[in-house]
């Protein structure tokens, strides 16, 4: 009995907390229910601009910038590099593409072809500009863009600048057995250039270690033994 009378007294305790936490919460609803309705309200708003902005401003936005980019494109791989960058009546030219459809992918592809351009058109302070403005996740491409940016400061007569670049771009995909060990000469051979006779020599050798197929490796051993490194 005395055991059936605690359990109704714990009971009965339960309940009043039970209620007395529904109150609290009901008090609590009352009281800022505005701000929290404001709150979630602000908060689906946010969330439908987002998807609206995808939808029918980012996504259209990227299919023209896309397809201005591809008639570009034509030209560039025909050589036409003057009408790749500059367009004409019908094809707005990469430069355009970058000024027009800013943030997008499209113009962040069209700052690669833009310094390429300017590389082959010889303005090379230009291809300087719109190939360090480039950036990509593909580190394939990456390479590409680097090893560009490194002729380009070839061309301007910054060798250290160039170095840079070519060691960057010779190390950045070395499963790449065609750019990586090109690139990684260039930096050697630049550095001799300036009297950096033991980075040659490290360029050099990593040729001849890690791609030892290249055509670049075919003849390594005349560079290294010019700087003393007989095999």
Same mark, same amino acid.
């Given at each position: 009995?005395?055991?059936?009378?605690? $359990?109704?007294?714990?009971?009965?305790?339960?309940? @009043?907390?039970?209620?007395?936490? +529904?109150?609290?919460?009901?008090?609590? %609803?009352?009281?800022? &229910?505005? $701000?929290?309705?404001?709150?979630?309200?602000? +908060?689906?708003?946010?969330?439908?601009?987002?998807?609206?902005?995808?939808?029918?401003?980012?996504?259209?936005? !990227?299919?023209?910038? =896309?397809?201005?980019? %591809?008639?570009?494109? !034509?030209?560039?791989?025909?050589?036409?590099? &003057?009408?790749?960058? @500059?367009? *004409?009546?019908?094809?707005?030219?990469?430069?355009?593409?970058?000024?027009?459809?800013?943030?997008?992918?499209?113009?962040?592809?069209?700052?690669?072809?833009?310094?390429?351009?300017?590389? $082959?058109?010889?303005?090379?302070?230009?291809?300087?500009?719109?190939?360090? *403005?480039?950036?990509?996740?593909?580190?394939?491409?990456?390479?590409?863009?680097?090893?560009?940016?490194?002729?380009?400061?070839? !061309?301007?007569?910054?060798?250290?600048?160039?170095?840079?670049?070519?060691?960057?771009?010779?190390?950045?995909?070395?499963?790449?057995?065609?750019? &990586?060990? !090109?690139?990684?000469?260039?930096?050697?051979?630049?550095?001799? &250039?300036? =009297?950096?006779?033991?980075?040659?020599?490290?360029?050099?050798?990593?040729?001849?270690?890690?791609?030892?197929?290249? $055509?670049?490796?075919?003849?390594? *051993?005349?560079?290294?033994?010019?700087?003393?490194?007989?095999?």
């Amino acid at each position: 009995m005395a055991t059936e009378v605690k $359990q109704e007294t714990n009971l009965s305790a339960e309940r @009043n907390h039970d209620q007395h936490v +529904v109150d609290r919460a009901q008090d609590f %609803w009352s009281r800022y &229910s505005k $701000q929290i309705l404001v709150g979630l309200t602000a +908060v689906v708003v946010l969330v439908a601009g987002y998807f609206a902005y995808n939808s029918f401003v980012k996504a259209p936005k !990227e299919l023209q910038a =896309n397809e201005a980019v %591809w008639k570009a494109e !034509e030209y560039y791989k025909i050589d036409s590099f &003057s009408l790749a960058l @500059n367009g *004409d009546a019908a094809t707005p030219g990469f430069l355009k593409v970058i000024s027009r459809h800013d943030g997008t992918k499209a113009a962040n592809l069209a700052k690669f072809y833009a310094g390429s351009c300017y590389l $082959q058109l010889g303005d090379f302070n230009n291809a300087v500009k719109y190939l360090k *403005d480039f950036s990509t996740d593909s580190k394939e491409v990456q390479l590409r863009a680097t090893g560009l940016l490194g002729d380009a400061y070839a !061309e301007l007569g910054k060798k250290e600048e160039a170095i840079s670049q070519y060691e960057k771009a010779g190390t950045m995909v070395e499963k790449d057995e065609f750019n &990586s060990p !090109e690139y990684l000469f260039r930096a050697g051979y630049l550095s001799e &250039s300036v =009297n950096k006779n033991d980075d040659a020599i490290r360029f050099y050798k990593k040729i001849k270690e890690k791609y030892p197929n290249s $055509q670049r490796a075919y003849d390594i *051993d005349k560079y290294l033994a010019r700087l003393g490194e007989i095999k």
